[in-house]
């Protein structure tokens, strides 16, 4: 049976109506203070690319009912190019990385200094918004908290005359933020998470906190990068290649935040060396039960095989649990947006995905479900990763492995 917005408005009101609101908050998509409206089914079409070479345009409804039957897709609308700037200018080659970790003396020190409590503290946070769906106020909103976060975690290392953190705007209002550690090149090494949250049932209404997905990985990575900025070397500049940490907004509506800044990149020819995502890096309930082991998902399909190899032995050398291969399929997370642009990109998840948390997109993405040990985990594979990619001489590498002038 097909119900219409507005009937399914009156049915869900009273769930979407429960958080308690204080008067005069300011408030674009619950608030109804005339009765709930008679909400036409949008017009607006959508570019959506569901596979290579598979597109269609569709309205924003459709958009969550294809979300909701477990497809995945970008959305490009407004970057449709994305996939042949650099292939145009011939500056894609093949990725070369480190044959194996070697900065452990260095990076095990500061594993030690990851702290749970700052992962829960953070989270609690991160997920007390009514939900963070990038067209939301609510999503404005906790994307400015979370750049105060981040702002905040510069100034405590006091590395505020070399280290920045600034939004990439977006028309939508939820912007993406970027912050940035320089090193002695401007060759670049983007570590990623996903800030925004969505209902698929009524994105605009109903409640989602997204604590998993993707608070747990918005926390992940904002807890190594507090952790690095502990080391002097790191703060004042030593690394040969730049350090990047990326919160994307609108990666629910069709990975549009980072495809803005990869496109961005991509224009202005950046020498992105490698990207790693974190997309929930909380949840091990469906694994234990199964009586597996926990481990670290490492995606197979649809990433630099070369990078995805150097995360197996980072995990190996950096994480007190194993991997485990796992497939995600087509444009599954903002990885896919930095591969699209021809950058080397590989993404890491909690679980192999049949196990991965079958809460999230509801308002029963929860903390309660997740665990802290295992954010730690990918919070440990973040810091080593950055840290060994950060002191990697590409060029001398290339130049070994007889890579120089070696496009795809």
């Not at 940035?180 to 605009?204: F, R, Y």
């Not at 747990?216 to 690394?239: C, N, P, Y």
């Not at 679980?351 to 997109?361: K, R, T």
């Not at 802290?372 to 060029?395: S, V």
Request: hydrophobic share 35%; charged share 25%.
């Amino acid at each position: 049976m097909k119900i219409s917005n507005a009937s399914l408005l009156t049915l869900l009101l009273p769930a979407a109506s429960a958080r308690f609101v204080e008067p005069g908050e300011s408030d674009r998509v619950v608030l109804y203070p005339n009765g709930i409206p008679n909400v036409p089914r949008s017009t607006q079409k959508f570019h959506i690319e569901l596979g290579p070479g598979e597109t269609r345009w569709v309205t924003e409804d459709e958009k969550w009912a294809l979300r909701r039957e477990g497809k995945r897709f970008f959305d490009i609308t407004d970057n449709s190019d994305l996939d042949t700037i650099r292939a145009r200018s011939g500056s894609i080659k093949k990725s070369v990385f480190p044959e194996k970790p070697t900065r452990q003396d260095d990076v095990k020190p500061l594993l030690k200094q990851l702290s749970k409590t700052e992962l829960e503290d953070h989270l609690t946070t991160f997920s007390s918004f009514h939900t963070r769906y990038y067209k939301s106020d609510w999503g404005r909103q906790s994307s400015e908290w979370l750049l105060a976060q981040v702002l905040d975690t510069i100034k405590t290392a006091g590395a505020e005359d070399r280290v920045r953190a600034e939004h990439f705007k977006h028309p939508w209002g939820q912007h993406s933020i970027i912050a940035t550690i320089p090193g002695k090149t401007n060759s670049t090494v983007v570590v990623g998470a996903h800030q925004d949250s969505i209902n698929l049932w009524l994105p605009s209404v109903l409640p989602a906190p997204g604590a998993d997905d993707d608070g747990s990985g918005t926390v992940t990575i904002l807890e190594a990068f507090r952790v690095l900025l502990q080391s002097e070397d790191i703060v004042k500049g030593k690394h040969e290649n730049t350090l990047e940490f990326h919160w994307y907004s609108a990666e629910e509506g069709g990975l549009l935040g980072s495809q803005a800044i990869f496109h961005e990149y991509a224009k202005q020819a950046r020498d992105v060396k490698a990207m790693l995502q974190q997309d929930m890096t909380g949840f091990v309930t469906l694994t234990l039960e199964a009586g597996l082991a926990e481990s670290v998902g490492v995606v197979v399909d649809h990433v630099d095989p070369n990078l995805t190899e150097f995360i197996k032995k980072v995990i190996v050398a950096y994480c007190d649990i194993p991997y485990i291969e796992t497939k995600c399929g087509y444009a599954c997370s903002d990885h896919a947006s930095a591969s699209k642009a021809g950058y080397p990109s590989a993404f890491v998840i909690e679980a192999p995905f049949e196990y991965s948390d079958n809460h999230i997109h509801s308002s029963d993405d929860v903390i309660k479900y997740l665990s802290f040990d295992h954010m730690i985990q990918h919070a440990r594979l973040t810091l080593a990763f950055a840290y060994e990619l950060a002191f990697t001489d590409f060029p001398k590498l290339e130049k070994q492995q007889g890579n120089d002038m070696g496009d795809l």
